[in-house]
């Protein structure tokens, strides 16, 4: 994981010509960006239906407003004077229709979090700064968490190896109320605004109240022995505790910690207790000690090897 509590983002016509045609796919015809003192130009040729040849396009954007993961821009038209009325309406909504962010009355608003939605990634813009040479973008508050190019966060195998949790979920008296929130969630998330990169973890973390339930019943199990009720113990101090290791301002991301340390806690209780009482345990379905094996693949993979020694310093106190 990487903080910082101030990073500049400089960004030249090259890399916003290579940004805005990576995010249109193919729908920007002969994009062209300018910097001027305060102005980002961009021109491209967008085709109507009801004229034979492209109609060049040049949109001029000046910075209104930058907060949170905001950006608000004025935008103003500078070659459409002799288009008539009705088609310029539909020359803008072509104009714009490749492009990332919304347009409405002459403010495009730009959210640079839907922009960077392949990334795990928390910031705040503080200042937006254009001159002829760059794009400075002025973050503070950033927390970057990395992931291997290999893991499973980046492709999920079909077939692969996942949790299904629990469908009686309101009868198992060991969940608190704050999981019942948590599983709501995460739902919610995953359904509206999940990242392409956070897909493969949603499962997991949807699983994460069972994994609660499951050690809070092995830590009340008497064939379940004293070292192992003390990991399992552990385990539930922590979920229950205010503070996590990984930051919550990156979605879906502040539960892996949660969801990491369970399966590290049971990966230890396994070796000493039998695999029946595991599963007799175990509120949702499937094999848990299986699962128990993928999960602790999948971690191992996604999270840094810091992250991982502290979650595990946890289970040694």
Do not use: C
């Amino acid at each position: 994981m990487l903080r910082a509590s101030s990073v500049e983002v400089t960004l030249t016509v090259e890399d916003l010509e290579e940004a805005l045609a990576s995010f249109a796919a193919g729908g920007l015809n002969d994009l062209r960006v300018d910097l001027e003192n305060g102005v980002v130009v961009i021109r491209h040729k967008v085709s109507l239906e009801r004229l034979p040849v492209a109609v060049p396009v040049e949109l001029r954007f000046s910075v209104r407003s930058a907060e949170g993961s905001l950006v608000e821009l004025g935008v103003e038209w500078a070659n459409m004077g002799l288009v008539p009325g009705f088609l310029k309406e539909i020359a803008l909504a072509k104009a714009f229709e490749p492009l990332p962010g919304r347009y409405e009355d002459g403010l495009y608003r730009l959210d640079l979090s839907e922009v960077l939605d392949h990334v795990p990634v928390s910031f705040t813009i503080r200042t937006v700064q254009i001159t002829r040479s760059a794009v400075k973008v002025h973050l503070a508050d950033m927390i970057a968490f990395p992931i291997e190019a290999t893991g499973l966060i980046v492709a999920q195998e079909p077939g692969a190896l996942v949790p299904v949790p629990s469908q009686e979920e309101q009868q198992i008296p060991e969940h608190q109320s704050f999981y019942h929130t948590l599983r709501e969630k995460v739902k919610r998330f995953a359904t509206e605004r999940a990242p392409q990169w956070a897909k493969p973890l949603v499962p997991w973390v949807l699983a994460v109240p069972d994994f609660f339930v499951l050690l809070v019943r092995l830590a009340r199990d008497e064939r379940v022995p004293a070292g192992a009720k003390l990991i399992a113990g552990a385990t539930i101090a922590y979920y229950i505790s205010p503070i996590d290791l990984i930051p919550d301002p990156i979605p879906l991301i502040g539960e892996v910690d949660d969801l990491a340390l369970a399966l590290f806690a049971l990966e230890q209780i396994i070796k000493s207790v039998p695999g029946s009482v595991i599963q007799e345990a175990w509120p949702g379905e499937g094999d848990v000690l299986a699962l128990t094996r993928e999960g602790v693949h999948l971690i191992t993979r996604v999270l840094p090897g810091k992250m991982i020694a502290a979650l595990q310093k946890v289970l040694k106190r």
